[in-house]
């Protein structure tokens, strides 16, 4: 049987595992555009079955007893530093089963280091900081680089297969009929000056050509743009691209550019684009694309009406995004003060920001781990963590939707225009002082309510509790929100015993009672999920009160 050093050439040499074979397996095609910072399962990821399966094949027992399947590859990268991470699950016995990791490190600017750094993690300490391998230890001959080479084997078959399979898929696609769309259209001049940038100005087949490889956000969802994603009928639609990175003090993005006889389908950044003060996507039902292929730094940013996809981090001060025909995909980080969603649903791989007002459209990516300690990447909703009044100028008024307050749009587009800042400076709030006031608030309540249970319905599909209970040999209380359209609880729960009160945000299926995953925290922590279960406090508090003093 033909094994896999014979089908590659490969001899196998421990300078295989090096910083070039690293930034090889991040810049192939396979991982760049669609596992970047995500999980390649080759257990559950049917895109990879047919491949796996061939793999299987040819492979001739050369890591002993594993299973291929039971392999996870993420190629994770935050800033300048790559993790790429190999794990795989020893299946012992129903429910019971050991988990490894073995992390593969580099940070690209360094100049101090030029070798991979290599961590091994198992169940006893996937908690803790990797143990880093000596290349002479056992679990580094035996396990770090046979394991490396199997990845990068697989890797390179993979990105064979795919771009093979891409090759046919484009042949039957140049053969279909494309009677009323002459997608190679082209506009007579070849560059125009627009709002302080020079733009390409290329035709719909041009621009699909560099959108074609641009994955969602969503695992397992697949290319976020194709010939269905835009209208291609105005036979004065282009594509607007920059080639180089961008810096303007303002920008809006528009359908008809001012002075040309065109129509922009969409804005496409291939570098970096810094706005110095308000960036505008406005047209609510069909705004043009905002598509920006690394950073985008903006201190306001207005999104509406399409899909948006952002190929790096996102930094600034406001986000403000609006319409349910729109929607946006950011691969890097959310890196701003305020995000509010109104009706838009926003898929970030990582999110970091100080402030969510939202209604239910935030979602991002995080490393879980099920009932056996195994990692699993889930796509989290991440709900509202502070009241609106709290957040924004006096100037922007505060409209209720849904339950929960939202800044006027109008107030927002006037401060954007005018390039001001719209948030509070420090954003207010009592989350300083709330672990010192948490026990006298929780005493006043419960003195208040005298029951062991209460629940307060908003109108808006919230059910507020207010619970006394015993579980084991202790007692407990607890004050929270039931979203019954996020499918998700939201409490601060007290033990009496222990003097502990935490901090729970937890998820459940449609039917609002199948666990799905939680997070905890303590109120002296500044996560986001800590911050939505004092948001939650603060309107149960108001609301009880209300209800006994008027």
């Not at 808006?460 to 209380?477: L, P, Q």
């Not at 911050?531 to 209800?547: D, G, M, Q």
Request: charged residues 25%.
């Amino acid at each position: 049987m033909m094994v896999l050093k014979d089908l590659f050439g490969n001899q196998r040499e421990e300078s295989l595992l090096s910083v070039q074979t690293l930034l090889e397996i991040y810049n192939l095609p396979i991982v760049a555009d669609i596992y970047h910072n995500q999980l390649l399962d080759l257990k559950s990821d049917d895109r990879v079955a047919d491949i796996t399966n061939s793999f299987s094949e040819l492979y001739d027992n050369e890591l002993d007893s594993l299973e291929l399947q039971n392999f996870l590859f993420y190629f994770h990268q935050e800033g300048s530093i790559l993790n790429l991470t190999i794990s795989y699950c020893h299946l012992l016995a129903v429910n019971e089963a050991v988990f490894e990791q073995i992390h593969f490190y580099f940070d690209v600017s360094s100049k101090a280091f030029d070798e991979v750094l290599v961590g091994y993690q198992e169940n006893s300490n996937i908690n803790k900081a990797p143990d880093y391998l000596d290349k002479k230890s056992q679990i580094y001959q035996e396990k770090a680089f046979p394991w490396f080479v199997f990845m990068y084997d697989y890797l390179l078959l993979l990105n064979d297969y795919v771009n093979f399979d891409d090759s046919v898929s484009a042949l039957v696609n140049n053969n279909r009929e494309e009677a009323s769309l002459d997608l190679d259209r082209e506009y007579h001049i070849k560059s125009v000056f627009h709002q302080g940038i020079w733009f390409k100005v290329v035709s719909p087949r041009e621009g699909l050509a560099l959108l074609k490889e641009i994955n969602s956000v969503k695992i397992g969802d697949g290319l976020l743009f194709d010939e269905d994603s835009f209208n291609f009928e105005n036979e004065d639609g282009f594509f607007l691209v920059a080639e180089d990175d961008v810096t303007v003090d303002y920008l809006d993005i528009q359908y008809a550019v001012e002075g040309f006889n065109i129509i922009a389908l969409g804005y496409i950044f291939l570098g970096n684009l810094r706005v110095k003060t308000s960036l505008f996507s406005r047209e609510v039902d069909a705004a043009p694309s905002l598509i920006v292929m690394k950073e985008l730094y903006a201190q306001n940013t207005f999104l509406c009406g399409n899909t948006h996809y952002i190929g790096g981090d996102v930094r600034g001060e406001m986000l403000y995004a609006k319409g349910k025909y729109g929607s946006l995909y950011v691969k890097g980080t959310l890196l701003v003060t305020c995000i509010v969603t109104n009706d838009m649903a926003c898929y970030i791989n990582k999110v970091n920001a100080g402030v969510i007002i939202s209604d239910n459209n935030v979602y991002g990516i995080d490393l879980l781990r099920d009932e056996h300690g195994f990692p699993l990447f889930h796509l989290n909703l991440y709900p509202t963590t502070h009241r609106a009044k709290e957040v924004f100028i006096d100037e922007i008024q505060i409209e209720e939707r849904c339950g929960q307050g939202f800044p006027n749009e109008e107030n927002l587009i006037d401060c954007f225009i005018e390039g001001r800042s719209v948030l509070k400076s420090p954003v207010h709030n009592n989350y300083d002082t709330f672990e010192g006031s948490i026990d006298k608030r929780f005493d006043d309540i419960f003195n208040l309510i005298r029951t062991d249970s209460l629940k307060i319905d908003d109108g808006h599909f919230n059910e507020y509790f207010y619970t006394i209970f015993e579980y084991g040999d202790k007692h407990y209380r607890e004050v929270g929100r039931l979203d019954k359209l996020g499918h998700y609880q939201v409490r601060i729960l007290h033990c009496l015993e222990d003097y502990a009160y935490e901090a729970m945000v937890e998820f459940y299926q449609d039917d609002n009672k199948t666990f799905i995953s939680a997070f905890k925290s303590r109120m002296s922590d500044n996560f986001t999920s800590t911050n939505t279960a004092k948001c939650t406090f603060n309107i149960a508090e108001e609301l009880i009160f209300k209800k006994f003093k008027g």
